[in-house]
């Protein structure tokens, strides 16, 4: 660096092995002429005024300020006198605007003239160690003395340096700065005053004394330093930089750091050495270390993001959440000025926020922040500021941040739903009594809170209704007291339009203290005066209409009695119809049986064949017309239980066998033997399974199959499947098949049927629980299947009828047999004969019959019966009050009731009556036999002839 407009006394000192100390010193060294220009500065002073290239500070004046605000720093350093010295505190202000606290020592040159003696300035940053208070007044100026092993001997050969070295020398004797020069022989040549203090010597007790006396590391490490420094010094390395641990007198260890430059004195190599005490700097550096560990593991725990800078602007800690914000690593922020990581605009801003923050105010406000991603987010920041623990001069400055992007945007839904459904909100402070609302809350009454010239509070008492408020206040009252942690109520209050409106409240006490007393309640409240408006009109429709149903529930019990007199009536009609069908076709079929049981001319047999195949046929649509009455009324009796499946299809196949044998049909029973049971009515499944085999062998083809198959439904039950080889149905077809009367199409018109027998099924199998349904392919056959839950246990039931009665014998009976004693009672002529024909089987029965039932009690107490048959549909008497009036009369002889009806209610009926059995018309002559058989006793012949 040369010196710009140099003086004398400065070229005398730049001279020679000066200049190379003062280039290699770690002190920022300048000198500065009368008029405060800078005529030298060395590279340590140039970087800490942050010079944009080297010389760029020759010719200029540095900017520097006073902290006490008194005269410019040149203007009283020229008021020093030649040899003068000046300490002070210093800011330093860099071209970036930031502002570098220092320590500076001043020294005006001795010489003549006085005028062009040159100012040496030397300045140490503020967080250096300072100069001791008892130090020598000298400036921070970094200078070597001559090669000289003994004190004395380098004085004498500094003294024959002439005069250009003896204001060099007065500067390094009075510089705070420590100055060391080693001579080859790893012995102290030289030490100024600042370096054999720091150490509890005076200079002339360590000159001539070997480096390792002083050195803690020992002569190992001495060696080792001295190697490294001689091979970087022959590379052509200006300096090196190192640290050491120094023994002090007393013993402590003294931390410092080293800078070395290869000085020629008098021909000879010297090393000169700049000592900087570092002790304080390491313990600070440890000690800050620790805090920022223990304050980056407290604020690392903090749920948004949390950063720390300084007074320099630059910053202290990141957590991870403020970097991975940023787009960067935590450790490239450390160290960095804001305007570096946030941009010049937050800098800026930031300025101000730390001008407020060392007055004492808090900052807590919301921000938009943009992310690195681009995402503009909302932050509630916080600023605080405090003391540097490490420097209480200076401070440092935290912010924290949290993302309440979501919560703002829930408070906008809330306050749109609140808004939409015009609910107000209200919270009250019991420490300050003052109460919060919501906009919504004054709405409802057509007002604005910041129309208010009264407290809320006060507001609100005055808008309810005089005769609400007593009432109001008693339940806030207990509300307070602790009666009550909450109240739901109703009350009155005036709109701004005059009119009175119905307010709904909810209030909740958040908080209360320890004596009870609340600290926080909140509040709903909600307009509820159009609910109150339809509860009035509700009220009084209630009224109108319960005068209403006062008069609609006599209409109704009047068309009650009606539809109950018709359904009398309809049973009545199908029990009278059954009665009069039945009553001919009892003459009909009984006649037809005894003729086919006669021999009978040629073609005369097939006659009577015809006779009873239309009787049948007329009796069977008799049969399902009354069945499909009784269960579309739903008066069906069913007596449920557990039933096997394979045992029923096994006795329906029986009475099916002999047509599908004639129709040479190919049956083939698969049913699971050990399926479980079903739940259903035994009875009601068989007439079920018997309609879908007759199905199968009437609507099969000729040779056909005919299978029946059964298959577990997961868990829960068992389907039974019925599949026959017929034509098969379309879906049009299979839509229509359950409906009642429906055969389909008229080719089928040839085989008998009524289209019944299905819609009955359908319904009997769902008043079961189960379902009913077919899968048909025309041209492939069909299958119909029902379905029905299994039963939880297998509990038997009793088959029923349906057991094939022997077939008549012709058989002679002994002529010696005793006769048995009948009695008939019945008013029609036809049936009378009917029983004479069908008794005369029984040789050994004598029949008596009584047409005029006003007679039959007395008959039967002189002719004593063994068996009275008796009919129910008599004149002048029924069978039900004969049947008393003989039981009064004293006959004992069962009596079996022998009738028309046949619906299942009459049957029933006549069991409860007291009847031993139940004979329904027309009269099936093989039943006939057997029921007398049954009941004249074992020792009855039950064959007919």
């Keep these: 660096m040369t010196p710009s407009a140099c003086g004398p006394a400065l070229t005398s000192v730049l001279d020679g092995p000066a200049r190379r100390l003062l280039d290699g010193s770690p002190v920022a060294t300048a000198a500065i002429d009368a008029r405060g220009t800078v005529v030298y500065a060395n590279a340590a002073f140039e970087t800490l005024l942050a010079a944009p290239a080297p010389g760029a500070l020759l010719g200029t004046v540095p900017d520097l300020d006073a902290p006490d605000g008194g005269l410019a720093p040149p203007d009283r350093w020229r008021r020093l006198p030649p040899g003068g010295v000046r300490h002070e505190s210093l800011v330093v202000r860099r071209p970036d605007g930031t502002r570098v606290p220092v320590c500076a020592a001043v020294h005006r040159v001795e010489g003549p003239p006085d005028d062009d003696a040159p100012i040496w300035l030397s300045l140490l940053a503020r967080d250096e160690p300072r100069p001791a208070a ?58 100024n005053a600042a370096g054999a203090a720091s150490l509890g010597y005076r200079p002339d007790e360590l000159v001539g004394r070997p480096v390792t006396d002083v050195d803690a590391g020992g002569e190992a490490h001495v060696e080792a330093t001295l190697d490294a420094a001689a091979t970087a010094f022959r590379r052509g390395q200006a300096s090196i930089a190192f640290e050491v641990e120094h023994l002090a007198r007393d013993g402590r260890r003294i931390s410092k750091e080293i800078l070395a430059v290869l000085i020629e004195v008098d021909g000879a190599p010297l090393g000169a050495m700049f000592a900087i005490d570092i002790t304080e700097r390491t313990r600070q550096q440890a000690a800050r270390a620790e805090y920022a560990r223990i304050l980056g593991t407290t604020l690392d725990l903090f749920p948004g993001w949390v950063a720390c800078i300084d007074d320099d602007m630059r910053y202290l800690y990141a957590n991870e959440t403020f970097a991975a914000d940023r787009g960067l690593d935590r450790a490239s922020i450390v160290g960095r000025a804001v305007a570096e990581v946030r941009g010049d605009k937050v800098a800026r801003a930031m300025v101000d926020v730390m001008r407020r923050l060392r007055a004492g105010e808090r900052i807590d406000h919301s921000r938009r922040i943009t992310d690195a991603r681009g995402e503009s987010r909302t932050f509630w920041m916080s600023y605080r500021a405090q003391r540097d623990p490490l420097h209480p001069e200076r401070h440092v400055y935290l912010a924290f941040g949290v993302d309440v992007s979501e919560a703002r945007r829930n408070e906008r839904r809330l306050d749109a739903v609140l808004g939409g459904t015009g609910t107000g909100i209200w919270e009250w402070n019991g420490r300050t009594g003052r109460l919060w609302v919501n906009p919504q809350f004054p709405a409802l009454v057509g007002a604005r809170t910041e129309d208010a010239n009264t407290p809320m509070i006060e507001m609100v008492r005055g808008w309810v209704h005089p005769e609400d408020r007593p009432s109001r206040k008693a339940k806030f009252r207990e ?59 509700l009220h009084e429709l209630n009224a109108a209409l319960e005068a209403r149903v006062a008069e609609r529930t006599g209409e109704l019990a009047a068309a009650t009695a009606r539809a109950e007199r018709a359904s009398a009536a309809k049973t009545e009609f199908l029990s009278r119809m059954s009665h009069e069908l039945r009553t001919p076709l009892n003459a009909i079929l009984g006649f037809s049986q005894l003729l086919g049981m006669s021999t009978l001319p040629d073609g005369q047999s097939d006659t009577v064949t015809e006779i009873l195949q239309a009787g049948r046929h007329l009796l069977a649509l008799i049969d399902e017309v009354l069945d499909l009455a009784t269960v579309e009324s739903g008066s069906v009796p069913l007596q449920l239980g557990s039933i096997r499946a394979a045992e029923l299809v096994d006795e329906c196949l029986a009475l099916v066998r002999p047509d599908a044998r004639q129709a040479r049909l190919i049956v083939d029973n698969r049913v ?28 099969n083809r000729p040779g056909g199959p005919l299978s029946v198959s059964s298959q577990r439904i997961g868990s829960g039950g068992l389907e039974v499947r019925v599949t026959d080889g017929g034509l098969g149905l379309t879906p049009d077809q299979v839509a229509r098949l359950f409906k009642p009367f429906e055969r389909l199409d008229a080719k089928r018109g040839s085989i008998p049927g009524t289209g019944i027998g299905l819609a009955v099924s359908k319904r009997l199998v769902e008043l079961m629980g189960g379902t009913i349904g077919v899968d048909s392919v025309p041209g492939s056959g069909s299958t119909f299947w029902v379905r029905l839950p299994f039963a939880e246990t297998d509990a038997s039931v009793p088959v029923g009828e349906g057991a094939v009665p022997p077939a008549p014998s012709g058989a002679p009976e002994p002529a010696d047999r005793p006769r048995r004693r009948v009695l008939y009672v019945e008013d029609n002529v036809s049936n009378q004969r009917l029983m004479h024909h069908l008794l005369r089987m029984r040789p050994d029965i004598e029949l008596e019959v009584v047409g005029d039932p006003r007679g039959a009690v007395d008959r039967a107490c002189a002719c004593r019966p063994e068996l009275v048959l008796l009919d129910i549909q008599l004149p002048y008497i029924d069978g039900y009050r004969l049947l008393d009036a003989m039981r009064a009369a004293g006959v004992v002889a069962p009596i079996v009731a022998v009738s028309a009806n046949a619906m299942p209610e009459d049957v029933a009926r006549g069991a409860a ?33």
């Design 672 to 699: 699971d033997p050990f399926a479980p049971p079903v739940f259903s009515d035994r009875m009601r499944l068989r007439q079920v399974l018997l309609n879908l085999l007759s199905n199968a062998v009437k609507y």
């Design 913 to 945: 009556a007291g009847f031993a059995a139940y004979l329904t018309k027309p009269l099936d002559v093989r039943r006939v036999l057997e029921v007398v058989g049954e009941q004249l006793g074992a020792d009855s012949d039950p064959r007919p002839r």
């Design 134 to 191: 008892d130090a020598p007044a000298a400036p921070s100026l970094v200078a070597v003395g001559v090669d000289a092993t003994p004190r004395r001997e380098a004085e004498r050969a500094l003294a024959r340096s002439g005069s250009r070295l003896e204001q060099f020398q007065q500067m390094i004797e009075r510089s705070p700065q420590e100055v060391w020069i080693v001579g080859p022989d790893a012995r102290i040549r030289y030490v």
């Design 479 to 537: 509300l307070v007291e602790g009666r009550l942690d909450g109240l739901d109520d109703e009350f009155r209050v005036r709109h701004a339009n005059g009119n009175w409106i119905w307010l709904h409240e909810r209030v909740h006490v958040v908080a209360r203290a320890p004596d009870g007393r609340p600290l926080t309640m909140t509040g709903m409240l909600q307009d509820v005066t159009a609910r109150k408006l339809q509860e009035r009109q």
